[in-house]
């Protein structure tokens, strides 16, 4: 049973940093990528941050410059880092991973259960 399990997400003041961690555990052979996607209330799903398994990265304009996506393959988690929050970043925070099957040849995107970040002002 392959699971994504998020952490560090909570409450924060307006300027503050938050350090997000989706690690993946279970069956597989490695994480091909991993994106960060938030969902305010009332609002779709957007992405805000995605990096590929050779380490290109992309961000959502509203938060280039203030978020940082990594990964350690060694330990088979994601982050991102959030810095300079501010009260529109308020949301619940969702980890994506593509993850190569060990049987098959083929990869399966996962979901975390998601993390609340609160910026209050």
């Known amino acids: 049973q392959v699971q994504l399990v998020e952490s560090g997400g909570g409450l924060v003041q307006a300027g503050g940093s938050l350090r997000l961690s989706c690690a993946a555990s279970g069956s597989f052979f490695r994480i091909n990528t991993v994106g960060w996607y938030r969902q305010a209330p009332g609002k779709q799903r957007e992405l805000v941050a995605h990096i590929t398994s050779g380490g290109s990265t992309n961000y959502a304009d509203s938060v280039k410059g203030r978020f940082t996506i990594s990964r350690d393959n060694t330990k088979n988690t994601g982050y991102l880092q959030m810095n300079s929050l501010k009260p529109e970043d308020t949301a619940v925070y969702y980890c994506?991973?593509?993850?190569?099957?060990?049987?098959?040849?083929?990869?399966?995107?996962?979901w975390g259960q998601g993390t609340q970040v609160t910026v209050s002002s």
């Open positions: 994506n991973a593509e993850l190569r099957m060990i049987t098959g040849g083929g990869s399966l995107p996962y």
